[in-house]
């Protein structure tokens, strides 16, 4: 068929197509002794497997993928494949180490008897730099008052216990936009169900992306008998 053809049977530009060809998504092209490019059903059928594997690998591992196997480098290929299922495995188990952590936190008393401490202290106690309980309270997570003659940082069980839940986002990689909601979620009715909420959420699109990247590895299945033997 020619690269129009192929184009309007995948709803595409025929620019794109060949942006495909160039970049290695597609098997290479043979050319007719006038210099027009052919295109066969393994080339439709590429288009399919490049779509699927995009949706939920990407398109830079899909480039990786589709590269190797024309280039029948299968383990390049499959690598790439795995990879990616195992980065959505390791945020899936963190994810669940996060609620379940947080849930054991946000159960600790805010307002138990203790004496305040300083800044120095409380970076000890959670294992992360003073410099990083500065940023967290410019940017509004965290609310320590100061010392009076001093002007000293000084945070009381309340403000160590909110601490600890901004270092349990961080760590679970939740971006500092939604570590603000979930810090005013928590001063303003002193729910976690913001939190709750917000976990659950990536649950669920963790969920379809998992859908999506067996879709894309079933169609790379389904395309690479054609390409590389057993």
């Known amino acids: 068929m020619r690269i129009a053809d192929l184009a309007r049977q995948a709803g595409l530009s025929v620019q794109q197509i060949r942006n495909y060809v160039d970049e290695g998504l597609l098997p290479p092209v043979d050319r007719t002794p006038s210099g027009y490019r052919i295109f066969t059903p393994r080339h439709a059928a590429a288009l399919t497997t490049v779509r ?18 024309h280039a029948a480098d299968l383990d390049k290929a499959l690598a790439a494949i795995d990879a990616g299922h195992a980065e959505l495995d390791r945020e899936r188990a963190g994810i669940a180490a996060v609620l379940g952590a947080f849930d ?21 106690q959670l294992g992360v730099r003073p410099s990083a309980l500065r940023l967290w309270e410019e940017r509004g997570l965290l609310r ?3 010392q009076p003659g001093t002007a000293y940082r000084l ?11 901004v270092v349990l986002l961080r760590k679970g990689n939740y971006p500092l936009s939604i570590v603000e909601a979930v810090m005013t979620e928590l001063r303003t009715t002193g729910s976690p169900g913001r ?9 669920q699109e963790v969920r379809r992306r998992s859908l999506a990247l067996l879709r894309g590895t079933a169609a790379l299945a389904a395309y690479l008998p054609g390409e590389i033997g057993p």
Do not use: K, Q
């Open 155 to 165: 945070y009381d069980p309340a403000e160590v216990r909110n601490a600890r839940i």
């Open 144 to 146: 320590p008052v100061r």
């Open 195 to 203: 939190v709750r909420a917000e976990l659950y959420r990536r649950e």
């Open 104 to 124: 054991s936190l946000v159960s600790l008393p805010s307002d138990r008897p203790g004496r305040p401490l300083r800044i120095g202290a409380v970076a000890r």
């Open 52 to 69: 699927a594997l995009a949706e939920g690998h990407g398109w830079e591992r899909t480039r990786t993928v589709m590269r190797a196997v």
